[in-house]
């Protein structure tokens, strides 16, 4: 490096030295790199480079090797000798992620057992405001709604497997215009206490007399339902909130009880929840309150014409949308606040997965010619333009539109859509428990994408319509797009490894480094040895590879 950049890797060695110490307790850690653009002229700037200690181990993109050289040769991962470091570049050159690329960390030399060294119960997570640039309340509430529908929905308390976070109420009939259809109707916190998130969703769903002097959301739903029933009625008396009904601690009076009953009723009946495990108190705190505000704030998340809120007192829960009336109208989501439950969405996952998360991983398999297929998944709707940055997604959408308009290509619009998983029948989705390896993988959080000669690349949960385009009349489509919409997808959406069970129709359309941890399956096929057609020996190769692999995940 020049002189003249000396003060920015002076800096940036800084940052990258605390990084790693968190890294090595498997928290990934995103440094923001703005500046590295100075260094140099680039259409892409992805990449990554492996370092332990002071070697580098692997490197992808000669970018990457220059500055792993310089990280490796500084010493900033020589404290943790046992461990090896991915430094992974966005394409843009604004975040370098540091996750822990080699086996479990010991406790770095000269470091007491009571530092860094020691695991937390969860990874320290930096503050909400790690990014303070505001977002738009659309595009925040958006992205919240993706990434809580990679969540369990739950209808109990005791369904709950952990003790602190936030929890985040879904109506019956409320719909939203995001990529998630449910709506969010309330997002709530155990704020004063610590291990209590289990019984604070209790105090919610209790019955018992006065019951609703534990919970205001129980008072604002009994509230609602007495006035749409009768707006006179002695528990609401003398106004709105100041009864005994809607006030706190206000005596129950006999007229109550039914109430209480109705309730909880309506809680058991037409709500579901879903919770985002978060351990520290003050970022449990902060991140409540911007959440509110962004949902309340979203033009796309409005309340159906017949919503029970309209009904309760709070002007503030029937102008939002929301049973909230605390922090509506306040600061809204950061763009650090989105990378923060990017990872606690996936930290949660890791947390309720008996098996191990998948979500940093990338599988790419073939479509089928055989388009027979109708069950449903039962998953939630992941479309592939909601997982991409604007440019990918507009390329995507492009490609789609070239490759139906090829000859011997055919899209039936008439067909009823269904997830691309569930369309497919031939192989290698008839070999014997792929289908239903890749619906476990893909609740473990797998990233599964279809190669299709007409729609490109397709989430498995992407509702498609029936359609015949084989690769060999897009590929000039696919071959000159696949490659950065693949490389963004894996940026955007964290991953870390990918794995392509593919034939060598679609690996050359497929780029060949996508992370820096890259398996790739291409059977091959020889007239001279192998009986058969290649169009039967190779799809049922592929799938016979392609159960091999989902049962080693």
């Not at 970022?283 to 409540?288: P, S």
């Not at 139906?404 to 029948?425: C, E, I, K």
């Not at 497929?510 to 059977?523: E, F, H, I, S």
Request: contains cysteine; aromatic residues 6%; proline residues 6%.
């Amino acid at each position: 490096m020049t002189s003249k950049y000396d003060e920015f890797w002076t800096e940036l060695l800084a940052e990258l030295s605390e990084a790693v110490d968190r890294a090595a307790v498997d928290e990934p850690v995103i440094v923001h790199i703005d500046g590295i653009r100075s260094l140099g002229d680039r259409q892409s700037w992805y990449g990554t480079a492996i370092v332990r200690g002071t070697d580098i181990e692997q490197v992808a993109m000669a970018h990457m090797r220059s500055l792993g050289e310089v990280v490796a040769s500084s010493g900033v991962c020589s404290r943790w000798p046992d461990n090896a470091f991915r430094f992974t570049m966005s394409s843009d050159a604004s975040r370098l992620t540091v996750t822990r690329a080699g086996m479990r960390s010991r406790r770095p030399s000269g470091v007491a057992a009571s530092a860094k060294a020691v695991k937390p119960s969860q990874p320290r997570i930096p503050t909400p405001a790690a990014d303070a640039r505001v977002v738009k309340p659309e595009v925040a509430c958006g992205e919240l709604h993706r990434l809580l529908a990679q969540l369990p929905t739950r209808t109990a308390p005791g369904e709950v497997p952990f003790a602190n976070g936030l929890y985040f109420y879904y109506e019956d009939g409320e719909r939203s215009t995001h990529v998630v259809s449910e709506r969010i109707v309330r997002i709530g916190n155990h704020p004063k206490s610590q291990d209590r998130l289990i019984g604070r969703l209790r105090d919610h769903y209790r019955s018992r007399a006065g019951a609703k002097n534990g919970s205001v959301f129980r008072r604002y739903l009994g509230g609602a339902v007495l006035r749409s029933r009768d707006a006179t009625s002695t528990c609401l008396l003398p106004g709105p909130g100041r009864g005994h009904w809607e006030s706190q601690g206000g005596e129950a009076c006999p007229d109550c009880a039914p109430v209480e009953a109705t309730v909880s009723h309506l809680l058991a009946e037409r709500f579901q929840f879903r919770c985002i495990r978060i351990d520290d108190q003050a970022v449990r705190n902060e991140l409540e309150a911007r959440l509110i505000a962004t949902v309340a704030a979203c033009t796309e998340c409005q309340p159906s014409p017949g919503w029970l809120g309209s009904h309760a007192y709070p002007e503030l829960v029937r102008r939002s949308g929301l049973w909230n009336a605390q922090f509506v109208g306040g600061p809204t989501a950061t763009a650090g606040d989105l990378v923060l439950l990017q990872r606690l969405v996936a930290a949660t996952q890791r947390s309720e997965s008996p098996t191990g998360s998948l979500d940093d991983t990338l599988l790419l398999i073939p479509c089928s010619g055989s388009k027979e297929g109708a069950a449903d998944l039962g998953r939630p709707v992941v479309r592939m333009g909601d997982l991409l940055g604007p440019v990918a997604a507009s390329t995507l959408a492009e490609g789609r539109k070239l490759a139906f308009q090829r000859p011997g290509t055919q899209l039936d619009l008439d067909s009823a859509p269904r997830p691309a998983l569930a369309w497919y029948t031939g192989q290698p989705y008839a070999t014997s428990g792929v289908r239903a390896g890749l619906i476990a993988a893909i609740e473990r959080g797998l990233h599964c994408l279809i190669v299709s000669g007409g729609y490109g690349v397709v989430r498995a949960e992407e509702p498609i319509h029936k359609y015949q385009a084989h690769l060999s009349k897009t590929r000039g489509v696919w071959s000159r797009r696949l490659p950065a919409i693949l490389r963004d997808y894996v940026d955007r959406n964290n991953i870390t490894r990918t794995i392509t069970v593919v034939s060598s129709v679609y690996a050359a359309v497929l780029p060949m480094n996508l992370t820096g941890n890259d398996a790739r399956c291409v059977p091959s096929f020889s007239h001279q040895v192998d009986e058969g057609a290649a169009l039967q020996v190779v799809p049922a190769r592929v799938g016979a590879l392609l159960a091999d692999v989902l049962a080693q995940l």
